[in-house]
């Protein structure tokens, strides 16, 4: 028998006690953990968000404000390729918005026109077959006409107004495919009788049903989503493009890639972003941060006192025992290492039991810290994108109707909401070794003290009490 | 030779300075067994901590085998009471979670004993002072009054030490029991040829040994024998 085995067996002398002392510190350290994997795990949100997410910025010509008024010129490929060139822009999407009516489609518009859409086809504002066919309106026959937005990122389509993209058959076309394919939105596809293969008219041309899809928004429902080049062929609008999106490689990078997006194509286009917006949603994100990585050390001071205060106790209840130890020849080193053993089992002991609990713990409390902490900025958050995403239907030439459009900007702001939520505290090995380190840094700290005074103790003392 | 000179041991109380051991000469042999009586108070468990090494004295010597151990820094005195001086106890402070025979071989352990020899000779300790095999393996809580004081008398003895240092060893034992351990006492300082000093108030056992000093008041008031 050694010191480290007399240590290990001292700790289970008292089974209640050290089965008590283990629960309690265990629970400390499960907390610190917990807290651990929590401050992780939001960390690489944080990043990822900054990263993925509100990192837009929108581009649309000066003046434009879609088929609702406003003018100006479309952008040019010229501009759009300047703009990737500018540092920290990641990639940009592209998208020309048109409209189909009767005179150049065979497909029939899903909406109903109703008194806004008939109100906006009466005051010449732009809708309908009013301004494009040049007669007076006819607003008792009117049907709004088919949006139809050419894009060259048909992998990042969502809709603006609130809808998520989905596919529910066929499959997405290519970015720079120049085919005469489409997407259609379920309703248009339904009161069309269109499925994956069939095929309808636009611009003269027989466009083939690539993909139906859904997004839960009955503007969104009620579009064609084309290749760009195929839109802008068939419009004769080549080069045009009325609505682009930059992606920046960082939210921290938004403001100044957006300036120097402003300075590179001065007054021709309007530039926006969703900063203040995003980062106002982060920003709970970073509370949560702080407050994880505050419990970490409350809790992991917390176990050190829990040891302190048991070693102190131990120690003090066994000062006869010390004193014998010394009196038969025990060195102090070989006593205070005893004592370092016994504290250092019962925090590996209480690692185990914190390290088993932080692996079912950690997700749940993540996701309460976060549900809980982010309940408010989301709901501020969506009200705020649902309100931007109509903003960007004017801008980027969606129809009076209202509703959304298919930009990549809708896309990203529109699920801020949810991502901020879907965070995992993941469970790695890491962690196994951080709840070790952290028992024998408790170990070492809490028993410091009663190191101390096993230090203090004098063999004599042991004869006085006799 | 165990050879104590003008040995004084004073203590600051509440202001005052108490000298719990005044002046203290002795000199006793080898293989002695000698006992110290006095009243609560005396000085005896002080004088017995200086003699251990447990503690300082404000001034004197004491030398065992010719060296003086007053001069001994605190780690040589770690060593020296490891492997010179066995101490038996009133109340007999085994520690209670290790077996009879574990007990025994803690001392070994502290002066550095071979592994492989510490259990023989805790064996051979424990049957000497008349405790089985099964009994060598009980914790000190299964183990009556008596069964432990000969445990702590085999503890004593472990590393073969010149002077065993027992302090009221027959305090809580009844008077069967207390004989049995004096004679086992008084029998293994021929047979080891160890020096044994007893501090005990029973004179009846003080009077059983070879020599015996009466303190009073912290001074040697004479010694019999």
């Known amino acids: ?466 | 030779m165990l050879k104590v000179e003008k040995l004084t041991k004073s203590f600051s109380s509440g202001g005052n300075t108490v000298t719990a051991v005044d002046n203290i000469s002795l000199e006793v042999d080898d293989g002695k067994f000698v006992s110290i009586i006095g009243r609560s108070g005396s000085g005896k468990s002080t004088l017995l901590s200086l003699l251990g090494t447990l503690d300082k004295p404000s001034s004197g010597t004491i030398e065992l085998g010719g060296q003086d151990v007053t001069k001994l820094r605190d780690h040589a005195l770690i060593k020296y009471r490891a492997s010179s001086i066995g101490f038996v106890f009133q109340s007999y402070n085994l520690v209670p979670n290790l077996s009879a025979i574990e007990n025994v071989m803690l001392p070994m352990e502290f002066a550095g004993m071979a592994k492989s020899e510490r259990r023989p000779r805790a064996e051979q300790l424990l049957e000497q002072v008349g405790l089985d095999e099964t009994k060598q393996q009980r914790r000190p809580g299964r183990l009556s009054g008596g069964e432990q004081q000969r445990v702590a008398i085999a503890r004593a003895l472990a590393n073969k030490p010149k002077l065993i240092l027992a302090d009221e060893p027959t305090g809580n034992l009844d008077s069967q029991n207390g004989k049995m351990i004096f004679d086992l006492l008084h029998q293994l300082s021929k047979k080891e040829n160890t020096t044994i000093i007893v501090v005990t108030h029973d004179s009846t056992i003080a009077g059983k040994t070879e020599k015996t000093y009466e303190l009073l008041d912290g001074k040697l008031k004479g010694k019999s024998k």
């Open chain 1, 1 to 466: 028998m050694n010191v480290i085995t007399r240590g290990v067996r001292n700790a289970f002398r008292n089974n209640i006690r050290t089965g008590s002392i283990v629960v309690i510190l265990g629970l400390s350290i499960a907390l610190a953990l917990s807290m651990l994997l929590a401050h992780q795990a939001v960390g690489k949100k944080i990043d990822n968000v900054k990263g993925t997410v509100g990192n837009t910025i929108s581009i649309s010509p000066a003046g434009f404000r879609g088929f609702n008024g406003g003018g100006g010129n479309p952008l040019t490929q010229t501009q759009i390729d300047s703009v990737s060139k500018i540092n920290h822009v990641s990639s940009v999407s592209e998208s020309l918005s048109d409209r189909l009516t009767s005179s150049n489609t065979n497909l029939v518009s899903s909406i109903d026109a109703g008194a806004l859409g008939r109100r906006f086809a009466s005051n010449g504002s732009g809708s309908g077959t009013v301004s494009i066919g040049g007669n007076a309106p006819d607003l008792a026959n009117f049907t709004p006409p088919v949006t139809v937005v050419g894009t060259n990122d048909p992998t990042n389509l969502d809709s603006a107004g609130g809808g998520t993209f989905t596919l529910k058959s066929g499959q997405i076309f290519d970015g720079a495919s120049t085919a005469n394919v489409a997407l259609v939105g379920s309703t248009l596809a339904t009161k069309n009788s269109l499925v994956v293969g069939s095929t309808f008219t636009a611009y003269g041309a027989t466009i083939k049903v690539a993909g139906i899809y859904g997004t839960g928004n009955t503007f969104g429902d009620s579009q064609l989503i084309m290749p760009l080049a195929t839109v802008q062929t068939l419009s004769s609008q080549p080069g045009d493009i009325t609505s682009a999106t930059a992606k920046v490689d960082s939210i921290d990078n938004l403001a100044s890639t957006t300036t120097a997006i402003k300075n590179s194509l001065g007054s021709s286009a309007d530039v926006t972003n969703d900063q203040t917006t995003t980062q106002d949603t982060i920003s709970s994100l970073q509370n949560i941060k702080s407050i994880s990585l505050y419990s970490v050390i409350g809790a992991v001071v917390a176990g050190a006192v829990i040891i302190f205060l048991t070693m102190l106790m131990i120690v003090r209840e066994r000062r006869r025992e010390i004193g014998v130890l010394k009196a038969i020849g025990a060195s102090n080193l070989k006593v205070i290492g005893q004592f370092m053993t016994e504290a250092v089992t019962l925090t590996v002991l209480a690692a185990i039991i914190g390290i088993l609990i932080a692996i079912v713990a950690a997700d749940p409390i993540t996701k309460t810290l976060v549900n809980n902490s982010t309940s408010n900025s989301t709901t501020t958050s969506v009200t705020l994108f649902g309100a931007g995403a109509g903003a960007s239907v004017s801008v980027s030439g969606g129809p009076a109707a209202g509703g959304g459009n298919f930009v990549a900007r809708g896309r990203g702001l529109g699920r801020v909401g949810s991502s901020l939520t879907n965070i995992h505290a993941a469970v790695g090995f890491s962690i196994v070794i951080y709840g070790l380190l952290a028992a024998l840094g408790i170990a070492i700290v809490g028993s410091s003290i009663a190191s101390w005074t096993i230090a203090k103790v004098r063999p004599a003392e042991v004869m006085r009490s006799e």
